[in-house]
Nanobody, 123 residues
Framework: QMQLVESGGGLVQAGGSLRLACVAS????????MGWFRQIPGKEREFVAA????????SYKNAVKGRFTISRDNARNTVYLQMNSLNVEDTAVYYC????????????????WGQGTQVTVSS
């Protein structure tokens, strides 16, 4: 069983950038799809980005495509989310997750979740 810990969130002005990191412990992530989701209080958790275990394929929510980039470093047991051109609508708690599937955008197909990191974008 693994544990995931996100970091890198904070307060940023619209148009700015943040890089989130998710460090796994307990076991390697090298066989897992890794994903990022986000959630606004009172709303459902939504898919943001995912990447296959070998970084061959990436998937993105349409609203972030071209602005966000997911990447991973299996040797460091870490996945990243580079977020550029942030806007107010990106404000949410961002969660890292791991899945046994090759790649998926569905939250219930992820098995392990971090506790989240807050991203707040001001106008």
């Amino acid at each position: 069983q693994m544990q995931l810990v996100e970091s890198g969130g904070g307060l940023v002005q619209a148009g700015g950038s943040l890089r989130l990191a998710c460090v796994a412990s307990g076991r390697t992530i090298s066989r897992d799809c890794m994903g990022w989701f986000r959630q606004i209080p009172g709303k459902e958790r939504e898919f943001v980005a995912a990447i296959t275990w070998n970084s061959v394929t990436e998937s993105y929510k349409n609203a972030v495509k071209g602005r966000f980039t997911i990447s991973r470093d299996n040797a460091r047991n870490t996945v990243y989310l580079q977020m550029n051109s942030l806007n107010v609508e990106d404000t949410a708690v961002y969660y890292c997750a791991a899945s046994a599937r090759m790649i998926t955008t569905t939250s219930d197909q992820y098995d392990y979740w971090g506790q989240g990191t807050q991203v707040t974008v001001s106008s």
